[in-house]
């Protein structure tokens, strides 16, 4: 079982973890600039039942450059939300009880409730990406297949991640998302 008032203590708020990023601040700065929270998530109030989300991040994943900015802009507009980042390779134990297949893949965001109980958790993608991820990696290089994740993630705009950590967060009633076109398959 993982301490999660003490991994809250040491992890880094967004602000801190971005400056101290050394090898895609820039990214991470400027996603975060352009991001918007929808107006269904701008609504959101948990005053009455604070949600911590703890994420589990490494500067250098796309994944997560193109994921967490937006949720931590959303926890800077709602009330009674609040997002720190523990970088992965500093916590090996608690990044092991969240393995993707057997992988360390990040984003991990950890849904905890105002007396630090886990809720749930999301990552490392939106649904509908990693399962396109999934269905393709073996047969499309890498060097084709991430161009592709990274326009889904630009058409996307963090609406898929929003809604599903929020339905976490919320166990609730967020509105279904719009889908966003899968990448096109590659001419094999």
């Not at 997002?83 to 393995?99: F, G, S, T």
Request: net charge negative; hydrophobic share 45%; with cysteine.
């Amino acid at each position: 079982m993982l301490d999660f008032p003490s991994l809250w203590r040491t992890a880094l708020p967004f602000p801190d973890f971005v400056a101290a990023s050394t090898e895609h601040c820039g990214l991470w700065v400027g996603i975060h600039k352009i991001a918007r929270v929808p107006e269904w998530a701008a609504e959101l109030a948990l005053t009455d039942s604070p949600r911590h989300l703890l994420v589990l991040a490494e500067d250098w994943c796309g994944d997560a450059s193109n994921t967490i900015p937006f949720l931590a802009k959303l926890a800077e507009q709602v009330p009674g939300l609040e997002l720190r980042v523990l970088r992965r390779d500093e916590h090996p134990a608690a990044m092991d009880q969240y393995l993707t297949n057997g992988s360390r893949s990040i984003p991990i965001v950890i849904v905890l409730d105002a007396d630090f109980m886990e809720l749930g958790y999301w990552g490392p993608r939106p649904v509908e990406l990693q399962a396109w991820v999934m269905a393709n990696r073996g047969t499309m290089p890498k060097d084709e297949l991430y161009p592709q994740v990274r326009k889904w993630y630009a058409r996307d705009r963090g609406d898929s991640t929003l809604r599903e950590v929020m339905a976490i967060a919320t166990d609730s009633g967020i509105p279904a998302s719009v889908p966003v076109p899968a990448p096109p398959q590659s001419p094999v």
